[in-house]
């Protein structure tokens, strides 16, 4: 079984900055891909940032220049470093995962959540 584990979450001013991390233990026999989605109310979850294996990474139009992801791949770990954040940007923030089983197989985990509020 795969958990992935967010943290970094919170309340932060317009023109803030925060920074989300997400852990992923389990039997995990290969990444395909990490990646940030976030899901504001009333409304689909959508994607933010990914990173795929080879280090390739792809962001929303909104968020350019604003957010970064990393990965550190000996630890399993994703990173979302969010700068100037605006109000728009408050959601239910899920990290993603597309793994390998010990068969191969592509499966994807989710997390659980970490809710980011931009206010003043």
């Known amino acids: 079984q795969v958990q992935l584990v967010e943290s970094g979450g919170g309340l932060v001013q317009p023109g803030g900055s925060l920074r989300l991390s997400c852990a992923a233990s389990g039997n995990i026999f290969g990444v395909d891909a990490m990646g940030w989605y976030r899901q504001a109310p009333g409304k689909q979850r959508d994607l933010v940032a990914r990173?795929?294996?080879?280090?390739?990474?792809i962001y929303a139009d909104s968020v350019k220049d604003r957010f970064t992801i990393s990965r550190d791949s000996a630890k399993n770990t994703v990173y979302l470093q969010m700068n100037s954040l605006k109000p728009e940007d408050t959601a239910v923030y899920y990290c993603?995962?597309?793994?390998?089983?010990?068969?191969?197989?592509?499966?994807?985990?989710w997390g659980q959540g970490t809710q980011v509020t931009v206010s003043s």
């Open positions: 990173v795929i294996s080879g280090g390739n990474t």
């Open positions: 993603n995962l597309d793994w390998r089983d010990m068969y191969r197989n592509g499966q994807r985990s």
